[in-house]
DNA sequence: TTGAAAGCGTTACCAG
DNA sequence: CTGGTAACGCTTTCAA
């Protein structure tokens, strides 16, 4: 039989309680009793005070949850992803705390009861739209929950850690309407609920269902519609997934028309990046016959000369990490919204004469 | 007070048990009466079965811990750390498992706690050498455990994932031996217990107590020797820690010596790549001038056309993974050795004349 | 400083 | 298919 408390209790020949201080109030016994009872301990392989036990009589798990929607080996392919995770993860380590990954992918069933059976004090939900299937799950295990989504409802015990996605996206084209650009296509993932990588139709942003795509793609409207440019006249190109690959397919269908437009705008630089690749397989220079931009500035955007919206992921990590462990009462500082900066690099310049 | 699942057999009118069932075995009632029960635990509010004491009464935790030496915001830093994960994450998410990443870094009780604390049946280990601290901690869990890292003591229940270190790194060296390379250096992290940037005298790697660089080194040492090179007449130099500035610092104390080396080994990509921006800096040309090799092959090691030891992180994660949720009976399977392959680039070349 | 008793919220077993 | 009963292993008063 596995040791418990009791096992060793009886062994040194005090109570339960005395061996349960040992481990978790040193304060409350002599050292000598304290070292007696760790040296039984290890002779008859007492593996410490079970974790289960402990988290269920103290009533705190001593982790907190990340959840994204897309799977857990992704959260490591995404280079933004990995940041956040980092930011998160000093929070963590800072308040002595673990970092519990849930499995959210694939089967519904499978990551419901992944929900259900996490042992954490509460969850970091990264890219799960509030509409997801696992909304429910998560929301009601009651525990504090730090999103990077604005949600409509204004629940109180929600944090929120994010920036002006829409001012920030806006921000981008904004610039490019100043050098001139008219015709342009918009490049994202998540804007048709099937995973395609095609130029799509949607009548307005509004349609798109996930907050970060849906927002940005508002703000690239906004800045264009001010330019008398309007909806029904850009491009719209949905990428199956936020890959470079995808990025570079989805491109093609707009640069091998005749009529291609003068700037690409994607709401990603993954997805950016894929369009600069494309543009060199057909000898196209950025930022003279295609401008494009981007959004994050991942490291490889510095290298590409990518134009994108600078954001600081692991600060965002970190400040939903710490929004969580340690949730301040006054409500204002519940929500925090982090800085943008727009990044002015090589992939832009004035739109080509002749198309405008 | 907090709903419990006694609770919501009173609003129903059941049986504990029979709650429990709709949630644990929907086989064992009627999916009209699972319905209700769901139905009523939604309007009281219930969050579903308590992790902890669910846990406590399985015995399975339903997440497996991954420890790191480092810190864990350094795991997110080190892309051959993020590889690894992302090939672990893919196992757990498999079998249904959360991935628990536990910090121990900074203080040792702290560490130790989290390791007690952890609530995983088995954990994944990094980077923790056999004499590190937290060694005792992890044992005396009495957990299923896979390492990276070849033990002496043969336990049979510890399972191992990991490469030939000493071979593939002596392939590494050998290559520069044919290629005519007699006076060279070796650049490693954790040579000595000291985190210090400088040339450092050891009498032989296995005064290294770093299984990982030890192995490496006593792989070049083995090449070298085989062509005649003694120990004495090798640079060693030591890296503060596994990143490309201190491999460029490194490098600084033999590249600015008159009689610098015709090659510098490193242990790792990272370090590797940090010799190259060395080498830039002095506008010395790696491959002709000073032939530079690495270990790992990360994605940023083909780009700038180090010769490395290929090696497959996410494999090795996968694999860590697999055999710790599914322990093969076999005791031979319990051992993995996972292949590597010599990737020769432009960062090596035959070894200038009138050094050798 | 120590010890006895009372749960923490579940699930497994077994008889109905 | 249902419902008692008995753990699971620990922490936490509170009194001695």
New binding site residues.
């Given amino acids: 039989m ?1 040791p ?3 096992t060793v209790a009886d062994a040194v ?6 061996v ?2 040992a ?3 040193p ?4 050292a000598e ?1 304290r070292e007696k009872i760790f040296e039984v301990a290890r002779k008859i392989g ?1 593996p ?3 974790p ?3 988290s ?4 705190r798990a001593g982790a907190i949850g990340v959840l994204f929607t897309d799977s857990l080996p992704y959260a490591f392919t995404d280079p933004y992803a990995v940041q956040y995770l980092r930011g998160v993860s000093e929070a963590a380590e800072r308040y002595d705390s673990g970092l519990l990954l849930v499995p959210l992918a694939g089967d519904e069933k499978a990551g419901i009861h992944a929900v259900q059976n996490a042992a954490v004090d509460g969850f970091c939900i990264y890219c799960v739209p509030e509409w997801h299937w696992a909304t429910d799950a998560i929301r009601s295990r009651g525990l504090p929950i730090v999103t990077s989504e604005q949600h409509d409802d204004d629940r109180p015990d929600v944090l929120y850690v994010g920036i002006d996605e829409r001012g920030a996206a806006r921000a981008a084209a904004a610039h490019l309407v100043a050098l001139g650009h008219r015709q342009v296509a918009f490049l994202s993932d998540y804007v048709v609920p099937e995973r395609i990588t095609a130029p799509v139709h949607i009548a307005s942003p509004e349609e798109v269902r996930y907050y970060t795509a849906g927002e940005r793609l508002r703000g690239f409207r906004d800045a264009f519609a001010e330019a008398g440019v309007a909806w029904a006249d850009i491009t719209v190109l949905s990428a199956a997934a936020n890959s470079r690959e995808d990025g570079a397919r989805a491109a093609a269908y707009a640069l091998d028309r005749a009529d291609r437009p003068t700037a690409i705008l994607a709401v990603t630089d993954l997805l950016a990046l894929g369009v600069l690749d494309a543009l060199a397989v057909r000898g196209l220079r950025p930022g003279r016959d295609v401008s494009v931009t981007g959004f994050d500035d991942i490291p490889e955007a510095g290298a590409a000369g990518l134009t994108t919206i600078r954001q600081d992921p692991i600060e965002r990590g970190r400040r939903s990490g710490e929004l969580l462990l340690d949730p301040p009462d006054d409500p204002a500082s519940r929500r925090v919204l982090l800085p943008t900066e727009l990044v002015v690099r090589a992939s832009t310049g004035p739109a080509p004469h002749g198309w405008s």
Avoid: E, K, W
């Fill in positions: 596995r418990t408390l009791q020949g005090v109570s339960r309680s005395t349960s201080n481990y978790s109030n304060d409350q016994l002599s009793l007492y410490g005070p079970n289960a036990a402990r269920l009589r103290r009533g």
